[in-house]
């Protein structure tokens, strides 16, 4: 059973270039979550997604940033017009219910430098 | 509104001693608590967690942590430390019935020396 697969693993973009990151869950997960890390920081929530709905958006900033989890397909983390301070490690995961008691599966991270 | 305290950003051992990184944790409500380690340019590996019922939760690679509900703690231990273990530990929390999202820590780096 292959993991929580993020591409590209590493991304450089210019300022005001776009970035889009993708997530495929764990075979079976229908449950996506993405959270961002910054150097030497811990991981912070963006966004819960299940197929075609977006759960929990709380941790998503206002502007340039949107997510999707399509019927097919992977899930989308979209940077628009990035700039400097999106640099940051972008990690997927994945759960298989609803349950706030499982854990969650993660995966290897986009790494974002933008230049 | 809930948080995480690793109050230790890098712990030191020596392979074969005792290792404990700690997490505090504040939340209103029944907490749910996970350890993860972070490996170099690698994503996040779960350890183990705390739902409910036996307060000292066993989970992977010889790791175990005990929840403490009194002290809001949920500290990882580890009888003997192999350099192996050394990464970055991160603790995280979610409230029960408040959505799926994780709280984390601001991790602890461990270095285990032979």
């Known amino acids: 059973n292959a993991g929580v697969m993020q591409n590209p693993r590493h991304l450089v973009r210019r300022r005001g270039q776009e970035a889009r990151l993708r997530c495929s869950p764990m075979?079976?997960?229908?449950?996506v979550y993405w959270y961002r890390q910054l150097p030497e920081e811990g991981l912070k929530f963006m966004v819960y997604?299940?197929?075609?709905?977006?759960?929990?958006e709380s941790g998503m900033p206002k502007e340039r940033f949107s997510a999707e989890f399509p019927k097919e397909g992977p899930s989308i983390l979209r940077i628009q017009q990035v700039v400097r301070g999106d640099s940051a490690a972008y990690f997927c995961?994945?759960?298989?219910?609803?349950?706030?008691?499982?854990?969650?599966?993660f995966g290897p991270g986009t790494r974002l430098t933008v230049t | 509104a809930q948080s995480v305290a690793q109050p230790e950003d890098q712990v030191n051992v020596a392979e074969g001693n005792p290792l404990t990184v700690k997490c505090t944790y504040s939340?209103?409500?029944?907490?749910?608590l996970f350890w993860y380690v972070q490996y170099p340019n690698r994503g996040l590996q779960f350890l183990l967690k705390?739902?409910?019922?036996?307060?000292l939760v066993k989970g992977s690679y010889g790791f175990e942590a005990e929840f403490n509900k009194s002290q809001t703690s949920f500290h990882l231990k580890k009888p003997s430390a192999l350099v192996s273990d050394s990464a970055l530990y991160f603790c995280?929390?979610?409230?029960?019935?408040?959505?799926?999202?994780?709280?984390f820590g601001g991790g602890t780096r461990v270095l285990v020396k032979p």
């Open positions: 705390y739902i409910t019922g036996d307060n």
């Open positions: 997604l299940q197929k075609e709905n977006i759960i929990d």
């Open positions: 995280a929390v979610k409230r029960e019935a408040a959505g799926n999202k994780l709280t």
């Open positions: 075979k079976g997960h229908s449950h």
């Open positions: 939340v209103s409500g029944n907490p749910y």
């Open positions: 995961a994945s759960s298989p219910l609803e349950s706030e008691s499982y854990e969650q599966y």
